[in-house]
C-alpha cells in the first residue's frame, strides 16, 4: 500500500525566510505532484515532477524529485503573505488513484 | 488545460434528506472519476472510484448505500448522500482521469455539504 508522508504539517515563517517541505513516499513512483489549496477552495496543482531528478520552479517555489530516496521537497524561497496556504504532496502508484500526504499548512507572517 | 466542473457549488440540507452532487469534465472524456472527501483542515480521503458503465469501488470504511455514485457517462458521474446526518457535513471535490492522459488528475471546484 502506498503511503506518503509530510513534514512539517504545521509551518510559520517569516517573511523573507526560506524553507523546504519534504514529502516521502514508500513504494516506487516516478510521478509526484505538488498542490496548493487555499481555504475553502479546491486544488490547485503547482507541478508535476515525472523523473529522478526532476526539479522545477515556478516564483518563490521549487520542487525536486529524488525517485531512489523517494523523496520530494518543496522549497521556498524568500517567503511572502501570499504564499499562505495548505501544500499537498500526492503520489501516483501506477493505476491507483492519486495518493496524498496529510497537508502543510503554512502560514507566513511579518 | 482541462475542465472539472461540480454542482452545486454548495448545499445546506436536513437531516434525513439526500443530496447529490454533480462532476463534469467539460472538454475531456472521463473514463474514470474519483470523490474525494475532506474534512477541516484534513487532507483529501478517497471515497470511491468509478468508471464509467461500471459500479464504483468504494474505499474501506465508506458505506456504499449512503453515498450513491453514478458514472453514467464519459463526463457526468454523480454522487448521492443519502438520508444524511451532519457527521457527513463535509467537502466534496470530485476528479476526473481520461482516456488519452491516464496518469493526470483534474480536480474539480468542491461541494461544500452543510448538514442542519
Known amino acids: 500500500e502506498l503511503k506518503v508522508e509530510q513534514n512539517p504539517l504545521f509551518l510559520s515563517m517569516q517573511e523573507g525566510k526560506n524553507y523546504t517541505i519534504y514529502c516521502n513516499y514508500s513504494t516506487t513512483s516516478d510521478r509526484l505532484y505538488w498542490y496548493r489549496q487555499d481555504p475553502g477552495k479546491s486544488l490547485e496543482s503547482l507541478f508535476v515532477?515525472?523523473?529522478?531528478?526532476a526539479v522545477k520552479q515556478e516564483g518563490r517555489l521549487m520542487a525536486s524529485l529524488d525517485t531512489k530516496a523517494r523523496l520530494s521537497t518543496l522549497h521556498i524561497t524568500a517567503a511572502v503573505h501570499d504564499l499562505s496556504a495548505t501544500y499537498f504532496c500526492a503520489v501516483f502508484g501506477g493505476n491507483t488513484p492519486l495518493v496524498f500526504g496529510k497537508g502543510t499548512r503554512l502560514s507566513v507572517i511579518a | 488545460g482541462a475542465v472539472v466542473s461540480q454542482h452545486p457549488s454548495w448545499v445546506i440540507c436536513k437531516s434525513g434528506t439526500s443530496v447529490k452532487i454533480e462532476c463534469r469534465s467539460l472538454d475531456f472524456q472521463a473514463t474514470t472519476m474519483f470523490w474525494y472527501r475532506q474534512f477541516p483542515k484534513q487532507s483529501l480521503m478517497l471515497m470511491a472510484t468509478?468508471?464509467?458503465?461500471?459500479?464504483?469501488?468504494?474505499e474501506q470504511g465508506v458505506e456504499k448505500d449512503k453515498f450513491l455514485i453514478n458514472h453514467a457517462s464519459l463526463t457526468l458521474s454523480t454522487l448521492t448522500v443519502t438520508s444524511a446526518h451532519p457527521e457527513d457535513s463535509s467537502f466534496y471535490i470530485c476528479?476526473?482521469?481520461?482516456?488519452?492522459?491516464?496518469?493526470?488528475?483534474?480536480f474539480g471546484p468542491g461541494t461544500r455539504l452543510t448538514v442542519t
Open positions: 476528479s476526473a482521469r481520461g482516456s488519452l492522459l491516464l496518469y493526470e488528475q483534474y
Open positions: 515532477l515525472l523523473s529522478n531528478g
Open positions: 468509478s468508471n464509467e458503465g461500471s459500479k464504483a469501488t468504494y
